[in-house]
């Protein structure tokens, strides 16, 4: 008997700037069976980002069509300027494998998933403080001044979504940030939630 032989599906949510992306990326290094989810988006792609790595970069157009065909688990239009979206079809074929996934996406496009599937598991990334969060923006250089201040007073909003959120991990130190979120995982495992089919193995055929 295997335990929990359905992927889990993980939704990170968090601030920009508060080290979501690295904390999945190392995650994945230890853990091939843990994949990432590669989001289409209209936004442009930042010095560095590679097309289906970072994102899948598509014009408002083809974004739209995508829309129309039902491609999208959720989707969203994040500030009011770009579209962002999570395709369905690589999520559910890792899942149907035994592959865990990530989203990383924003707390609106969190809360539609969880809405659509419960079962989902909602982890907030904190910083360990506003100032510090600001200091994390500046300090990555791809975002302008302006970018920064949007971003900071973005960030109260996202934080105000940590109580409907499963777990919380404060990003203080990166390695005790990737071991939390490992054992958040190693957990939900085992969950009774994550567990019907060995479950009904044993009560399957039993009366109540
Ligand atoms: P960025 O432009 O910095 O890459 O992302 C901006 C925001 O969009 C972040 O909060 C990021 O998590 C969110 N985001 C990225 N991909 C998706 C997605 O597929 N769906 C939703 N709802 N948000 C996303």
Redesign the pocket.
Known sequence: MRQATTGLLLVV????GVG?GTINAELMKRHPEIKM?V???T?AP?PGEVNGV??FFKTPDEFRKMIEDDA?????H??GM?Y????RDYVFEQLAVGNHVI????????R?VKQAFPEAIRVFIAPPSLAELRKRLEGRGTETPEQVER?TL?AYT?LKDMPSCDYVIVNDDLETAVRQLEAIVVAEQCSALHNAEVINTFLGGMES
Do not use: C
């Open positions: 949510s968090g601030p920009a979501k989810s989001s289409a988006t936004r930042r970072h994102y999208f688990l959720e989707y969203m994040v500030f770009n962002y979206g999570t395709p989203l990383e996406i924003d707390v609106n496009g969190a539609k971003r973005e996202e």
